[in-house]
């Protein structure tokens, strides 16, 4: 964890931190807005700014386990991958076929949606199937 000098830097990091939380916490509330990559988000703010923040994001009993867990380079659960490329999906059926009539807009969102879709399963899963050898 390394902490900037600055203090306008650092407060402005918490400041960002913060509102990252608050938009992350949101996402698990509201359908199609993830949740984990502003929590992630938001823990890079605060271990650049606020060690306490930080700490207290990392031991969170609700959230701390998967940021420990993408921290140390161990992925995403298979679980939160399916929510979240369902939530896409979903997102952005709906955006193309109700909410916007502009054709390049429509392909630009499907670009965006693929994306982000392949972003989320190409991490690395945090359960791994193990087959016996019988």
Do not use: C, H, Q
Not at 6 to 11: A, K, N, P, T
Not at 48 to 56: C, D, G, I, K, T
Not at 103 to 112: E, K, M, S, Y
């Amino acid at each position: 964890m390394i902490v900037t000098r600055s203090l306008i830097v650092r407060s402005i990091f918490v400041v960002l931190g913060l509102v990252f939380l608050g938009v992350g916490i949101l996402g698990y509330f509201l359908p199609g807005l993830p949740g984990t990559i502003f929590l992630i988000i938001a823990a890079w703010f605060f271990s650049m700014s606020n060690p306490r923040l930080y700490r207290w994001m990392m031991t969170n009993r609700w959230f701390g386990k998967t940021l420990s867990d993408y921290r140390a380079g161990r992925g995403i659960p298979i679980r939160i991958k399916f929510i979240a490329v369902t939530a896409i999906t979903i997102s952005v059926t709906i955006s193309v076929v109700f909410a916007v009539n502009d054709f390049w807009f429509r392909v630009g969102l499907i670009a965006i949606g693929i994306y982000g879709a392949y972003f989320v399963v190409s991490r690395p899963t945090t359960e791994r199937v193990i087959l016996s050898s019988r």
